[in-house]
């Protein structure tokens, strides 16, 4: 009797051929990684699609710092060096004064007065934006805004010192994720079509859930790689070209570095007046003299060139500098190089052009809605079906 109850349990347990067992392994793969990782995979979309369009996001959260087209901040005066400087008074001296493209505010910056935020990003500095045309200041806040602390989310997770290789791993497992999803999902070459298609039995969330994560499969794998490549940029250099050191990437200038001297504004004027003298081109930022340095520093933009001139405050030479202009960072000198500015480039979508700028928007959002539609999906079957049978 009991052998004959023993065989029967053994034949009502479903058959599943190697092929289902398989996907059934990548499901459970997929399935617990999106749970694990739910967090962060929802920080890391909804930051990296924000930066898509850095300038255009920082214009619609803060449009107070609007100027007319016309606006040309290389029409600088004294009044609106006085007017930043009354602005900024309670945070110390101005050291540096950027002037940007027709219909874009003066924008004036303090000498730092706070270490880097979570050790990224530069130290905490004051600005002030001046209109060009009214002299008015129509802003006044810290270097590190919204953008900022969107910056540090994606590249560190808000985690100090170990934030960055965490995101590295971040990266690496979201590529497991990405493919788990494709295997699970692919229906075969014939039927993709079919796959697209709105299954009723599925529900709205794994419908939405299914479609987009089809559908932006490769550019989110490519993203999760591009991340681990930017976070580990040594490593995968020696994959690249092995034997050469990955180069420190370029940092953002933020300005000149030491104590600052007091200076008038009719002082910023003449800096100004004598670095033009000494080279034809737009004026592009102004840095004040530092105790150490003893010399003010003007860049200007010529045709393809920028040049940065040095006026000492005593009666030394006013030395000029050229340099090629570039849009970034120069180009890299290495292999290595050349495919770590690719995938930075195209992974924030600065480079690629509009579809690619796009897509990686979508990707990003995405990756939120998948993280967190996935988790939802798996919670109420786990919950409510088992509840129902």
Do not use: C
């Amino acid at each position: 009797m009991a052998s004959t109850a023993d065989t029967s349990s053994e034949s009502d347990q479903p058959y599943f051929s190697p092929r289902a067992k398989r996907r059934q392994l990548w499901l459970t793969i997929h399935r617990w990684l999106g749970i694990v990782l739910l967090v962060p995979m929802a920080l890391l979309g909804v930051s990296g699609s924000v930066q898509v369009w850095p300038e255009q996001t920082e214009a619609l959260l803060n449009p107070q710092r609007e100027v007319a087209a016309s606006a040309d901040p290389a029409g600088i005066t004294a009044e609106h060096i006085s007017s930043a400087r009354t602005s900024l008074a309670e945070y110390g001296p101005i050291t540096r004064i950027e002037l940007g493209e027709p219909g874009t505010p003066i924008v004036a910056t303090t000498a730092p007065y706070a270490p880097p935020r979570l050790g990224r990003r530069g130290p905490v500095a004051r600005q002030a934006w001046v209109d060009p045309q009214s002299g008015a200041v129509i802003d006044n806040a810290d270097n590190s805004g919204f953008m900022s602390f969107m910056h540090l989310l994606h590249g560190i997770l808000l985690i100090p010192e170990i934030g960055r290789q965490i995101v590295g791993i971040m990266g690496l497992f979201l590529t497991i994720s990405g493919i788990s999803g494709i295997v699970v999902f692919w229906p075969g070459t014939a039927r993709v079509v079919a796959a697209l298609k709105w299954h009723k039995r599925d529900g709205k969330l794994l419908n939405l859930h299914r479609q987009s994560g089809f559908l932006l499969s490769l550019v989110l794998i490519f993203e999760a790689i591009s991340g681990a490549w930017i976070s580990f940029p040594g490593l995968f250099a020696m994959l690249v070209e092995p034997g050469v050191e990955q180069p420190e990437r370029p940092r953002r200038n933020f300005g000149p570095q030491g104590e600052p001297l007091e200076a008038e504004d009719a002082a910023w004027m003449a800096a100004l007046e004598a670095g033009q003298a000494a080279y034809a081109g737009r004026p592009m930022s102004i840095s004040a003299p530092m105790v150490e340095s003893q010399a003010w520093t003007v860049t200007l933009a010529g045709q393809g060139v920028n040049a940065t001139v040095t006026v000492p405050l005593g009666e030394g030479a006013v030395s000029v500098e050229e340099a090629p202009a570039f849009n970034g960072p120069p180009p890299p000198s290495t292999r290595a190089g050349a495919v770590a500015t690719f995938m930075r480039g195209a992974h924030y979508a600065t480079i690629g052009g509009l579809l690619w700028q796009i897509l990686v928007f979508l990707s990003g959002i995405a990756l939120t809605f998948l993280a967190i539609s996935g988790v939802w999906v798996w919670g109420r079957r786990e919950l409510f079906g088992k509840r129902r049978g």
